[in-house]
Nanobody, 119 residues
Framework: QVQLVESGGGVVQAGGSLRLSCAATGRTASLLEMGWFRQAPGKEREFVAT????????SYANSVKGRFTIARDDAKNTMYLQINSLKPEDTAVYSC????????????WGQGTQVTVSS
């Protein structure tokens, strides 16, 4: 089993930056893909970005393209989300998730980290 722990959230002014981290432990050899999702108050959880654990394939939601960058450090089994030019509408709980089964869904989730952007 894989466990995920996020860190790096906080309160930041609009236009600022944050870097979120997601450390994976346990059976990390089973990782196929990891991603970031977010849920704003009163809204459904939405996709932010994903990265394949083997290879360089990345994908982003249109709303974050050009401002968010997803990356990974294989040696540390850690995924990152660099968030620049933050907007108040980026305020949400950001969660990382992992997919470990070919063709499966993101089934392993972290506890989430709060990002609050003040205007």
């Amino acid at each position: 089993q894989v466990q995920l722990v996020e860190s790096g959230g906080g309160v930041v002014q609009a236009g600022g930056s944050l870097r979120l981290s997601c450390a994976a432990t346990g059976r990390t050899a089973s990782l196929l893909e990891m991603g970031w999702f977010r849920q704003a108050p009163g809204k459904e959880r939405e996709f932010v970005a994903t990265i394949r654990w083997r290879g360089a394939t990345k994908s982003y939601a249109n709303s974050v393209k050009g401002r968010f960058t997803i990356a990974r450090d294989d040696a540390k089994n850690t995924m990152y989300l660099q968030i620049n030019s933050l907007k108040p509408e980026d305020t949400a709980v950001y969660s990382c998730a992992a997919r470990t089964v070919v063709g499966g869904a993101f089934s392993v989730w972290g506890q989430g980290t709060q990002v609050t952007v003040s205007s």
